[in-house]
Nanobody
């Protein structure tokens, strides 16, 4: 089982940028889907972006045009570049992977992103 470790969270002012990285403990080449969810206090975990092993990407409407997800099979990492951050982006961001389309998702421990106004 591949384990995931997130990094890159922190405190940033509105309009600023952060880059989150998710490092896998093993090869991600055959993993069907990887990506990021966020969970704000008192709310459900929700999708931010996902990238399939064929490179197809999906984004939440709220982040389209601001966030870019990428996947590096050689480095076993998935990253998300977050630009023009807004206070409503404040949340814990979780990396996930799904080995096959029907697999249960596995999660990292999360990294806090706080955007001040």
């Amino acid at each position: 089982q591949v384990e995931l470790v997130e990094s890159g969270g922190g405190l940033v002012q509105a309009g600023g940028s952060l880059r989150l990285s998710c490092a896998a403990s093993g090869s991600i080449r055959s993993i069907f889907a990887m990506g990021w969810y966020l969970q704000a206090p008192g709310k459900q975990r929700e999708l931010v972006a996902t990238i399939n092993k064929d490179g197809r990407t999906t984004y939440a409407d709220s982040v389209k045009g601001r966030f870019t997800i990428s996947r590096d099979n050689a480095k076993n990492t998935v990253e998300i570049q977050m630009n023009n951050l807004k206070p409503e982006d404040t949340a814990v961001y979780y990396c996930y992977h799904r080995m096959m389309p029907w697999s249960t998702a596995s999660w990292g421990q999360g990294t806090q992103v706080t955007v001040s106004s």
